[in-house]
């Protein structure tokens, strides 16, 4: 590949990885991990938390539809917003449910 082929290449990625990167934000956290945190961030006894029907918890009147054990990974399938706390739509033992994010951690709790 020539000098002018190069330059040209390196052009048109520095044009369109911008456009690339910008669609990649658009997802938001979809597809990333999180930690449940049973301890909300060492302040309690690790326990078991409860996973909603809709986000917004009882706040909404949704029902817990099942717990989850504390410092399992799960995948993030959706993420809204309810009264200004971020909500994680989660999968665990084949039922969805969403988690807030003050139960869950980007890297496993470890409290000493």
């Not at 326990?47 to 909603?52: I, N, R």
């Not at 706040?59 to 200004?84: C, M, N, Q, W, Y």
Request: aromatic share 8%; proline share 5%.
């Amino acid at each position: 590949m020539n000098r002018k082929t190069r330059l040209s290449s390196l052009i048109m990625v520095l044009i369109l990885l911008p456009l690339l990167c910008a669609s990649c934000a658009d997802q938001g956290e979809k597809g990333s991990f999180i930690y449940v945190d049973g301890t909300r961030g060492c302040k309690q006894t690790p326990a078991p938390v409860a996973v909603w029907q809709e986000a917004g918890a009882a706040a909404v009147g949704s029902k817990a539809i099942g717990e989850v054990p504390h410092g399992i990974r799960l995948s993030i399938l959706d993420e809204t917003s309810r009264f200004g706390i971020t909500f994680y739509l989660v999968e665990y033992e084949g039922r969805e449910g969403w988690l807030p994010i003050n139960f869950t951690n980007k890297v496993e709790p470890f409290c000493e």
